[in-house]
């Protein structure tokens, strides 16, 4: 009835925890990043851009991201939601097109992305250190950690990034590599008891000698990893 | 580049306060509603749907979804917000058209929903007894008012449905008319009163002689009403 008006994007950022760059770190320290890919045209020839293209036709929006996942890293994302829809008359650099991008985040498990092999034009990039990137990019990379950031406050979210058990020196290591600064241990253990949530296995780190720290898991039935409203089976809002 | 490959729809679910139609309630108690649109062709010929219509090609995604609410009711709203991209394979019920809908939800004022003149083919409908509406506008309207339900809980949303100067019986009653239930006055004020974000005017209620209650204003400091990522000027995200 009503002619197509915009070419639809399905775009995607992908988090993952990797070793840190950030010179004089800890020798197990971790950092968010990113994988990007590199144009081979214009607009922006040359420029590092989030993965992702035209809506697919016959796929969901949901599905067109989780399948950008797997063509870049190989495998399917532990954590993915919908984050927003960009779409300003101008943001698309090409005279003539509009481009209405609707933009997913992603979020890969620690053994996942070890196993990534990334292709030719792909690359891992710091996503607190970013280049300046193709069309509105660098805005939307912001705007996905800074949600990232935001809801691994009261979120189980590091359940994608850390393998059960785990100990809350663990634990926090992840939130403190995900926000980007120290947690406070006692703090951080004092507000992890008071959101509840974790099961203690009754077990402790092997190979500790004195006072092994205890080994928790996440309890799936107070903290169900929520991806987003409509999100898929489950289908509970965020 | 590539070719257009999907009609893309803008739609608002506008939120009102007013007069509630419970039987038996309060004289001034108030309910949520929202305008609807009677559809007058195929497909869901005769159904309710949401206002909205496809993007036009000069206006941000934002832009169109205000025009929309200025269309319906006449003026702009207090407050406007991406909810969510909806953009199933087989949601717009034709066969051979794709229809994704980026949806906004909108809060409207109390002197402006009285002052709505609607149009023939539009009608208030309470917003969480709503017949069965045209395409998938029942997902998306319950999704909107568990998103606002679930914001006025920690976000001054409150603000676009009450007129300052107010005491905190009169925001009270905004925050038990948006959720639908009776809240313990005592918890409200204690909640309150932690939260913070409510200057004292130093001011009573006329026309109360005895201990008349206290006026307050929200605090633009600490309170600034937040209408999601990019959302305009402010550009802050939610």
Same mark, same amino acid.
């Given at each position: 009835m009503v002619a197509p008006n915009a070419t639809l994007a399905v775009s995607t950022v992908i988090f993952a925890l990797r070793p840190t760059d950030d010179p004089g770190a800890e020798s197990r320290a971790r950092s968010l990043w990113i994988p990007l890919v590199r144009r081979?045209? !214009?607009?922006?020839? !040359?420029f590092w851009a989030l993965p992702g293209g035209p809506l697919p036709a016959e796929l969901d929006l949901r599905d067109a991201a989780a399948k950008t996942v797997e063509a870049v890293l190989g495998f399917a994302p532990r954590y993915l939601e919908q984050l927003y829809a960009f779409g300003d008359v101008d943001r698309s650099g090409t005279s003539g097109e509009r481009v209405v991008s609707i933009v997913y985040w992603a979020l890969v498990g620690d053994a996942e992305a070890r196993r990534a092999r990334l292709g030719q034009n792909v690359r891992w990039l710091r996503a607190d250190r970013l280049p300046t990137l193709a069309f509105d990019h660098n805005a939307i990379v912001d705007y996905a950690l800074w949600r990232l950031r935001n809801k691994v406050e009261y979120a189980p979210l590091a359940q994608a990034f850390i393998d059960e058990p785990f100990t809350i020196t663990q634990l926090r290591k992840v939130h403190e590599a995900v926000l980007g600064r120290r947690l406070d241990p006692a703090n951080f253990r004092r507000q992890l008891a008071a959101a509840g949530g974790l099961v203690d296995t009754g077990e402790h780190l092997a190979g500790?000698?004195?006072r092994p720290p205890r080994l928790y898991r996440f309890d799936p039935a107070a903290h169900r990893i929520d991806q987003g409203p409509l999100a898929g089976p489950g289908r509970s809002p965020s």
């Open positions: 081979l045209r !214009n607009p922006f020839d !040359n500790t000698p004195h």
